[in-house]
């Protein structure tokens, strides 16, 4: 039996603010929880788990205007290095969410996907995601794509030896590697591009994130810390998408075409 639906989780018309193009795929560096923190003269894993709150807004706020894919920069490669205890705290929050999500992510459509080594995780917690991402495969109202473990250089590194692994083996010329076969052997491969990228707490850099894939997408840099973030916020974001040309290389006037 279906659940009635709650007041917060009604669908939103992009028109009635005044949205007229929507991105299909959104990214997001979820930059700012340590700042936001330090702020408040709390410890860097409380602006973690606030950071958690801002997913769950965010994840909301997509499926409802009809966002097909969001994919988010939840723990990269280079974030190893952080000191253990964060680490382990981290790690600690994304089984929690992991497991406390799964219902409402069945629920409502989502289906939840991860890219990155997260083989370097601790087995429970491969486990917990394998069973999740298994879990929710048949939905298709909106895909969230989880960068765990994840670096962009790392990733083409990935589909670099994938590729070479054929060409020795003799399945593939080197003359027929093309664009899209470099596509087909990353993380995302099946996965369009992110057509808008939003970046939190003012930085301007993307950070080793989605390297291959940000080729052409529109970039969004707020001051705002991640916790902050909200729907008004990303309302901003959508209007500045939907206010740019995109021309992928060509004229201005080849793009209206």
């Not at 370097?120 to 298709?140: C, F, Q, W, Y």
């Amino acid at each position: 039996m279906l659940r009635p639906r709650r007041d917060d989780d009604s669908p939103i018309n992009p028109l009635d603010h005044g949205i007229h193009r929507l991105p299909s795929h959104v990214a997001i560096i979820m930059d700012g929880n340590g700042r936001w923190a330090r702020s408040r003269g709390n410890v860097r894993l409380k602006g973690h788990h606030e950071g958690a709150k801002a997913v769950r807004r965010a994840l909301s706020f997509a499926r409802r205007i009809g966002v097909r894919y969001l994919t988010l920069y939840a723990f990269s490669e280079q974030n190893w290095g952080r000191p253990p205890a964060e680490v382990e705290g981290l790690m600690s929050l994304l089984m929690k969410h992991i497991r406390s999500e799964r219902d409402d992510l069945q629920d409502k459509g989502i289906r939840f996907r991860t890219i990155g080594n997260i083989d370097k995780m601790s087995p429970s917690i491969v486990t917990a995601i394998r069973d999740l991402e298994e879990h929710t495969r048949g939905n298709d109202e909106l895909d969230l794509i989880v960068a765990l473990s994840y670096g962009g250089r790392e990733e083409l590194v990935h589909a670099t030896r994938q590729i070479a692994a054929r060409v020795a083996a003799g399945e593939l010329s080197p003359d027929a590697i093309t664009a899209a076969t470099i596509s087909d052997n990353t993380y995302t491969a099946g996965i369009p591009d992110p057509d808008l990228m939003i970046r939190t707490s003012g930085e301007m850099r993307v950070s080793n994130f989605m390297l291959w894939q940000l080729a052409y997408t529109e970039l969004y840099v707020t001051d705002i810390y991640w916790p902050d973030f909200n729907d008004e916020h990303f309302i901003k974001a959508l209007h500045s998408y939907d206010s740019r040309q995109r021309r992928f290389g060509l004229t201005g006037d080849q793009a209206k075409r």
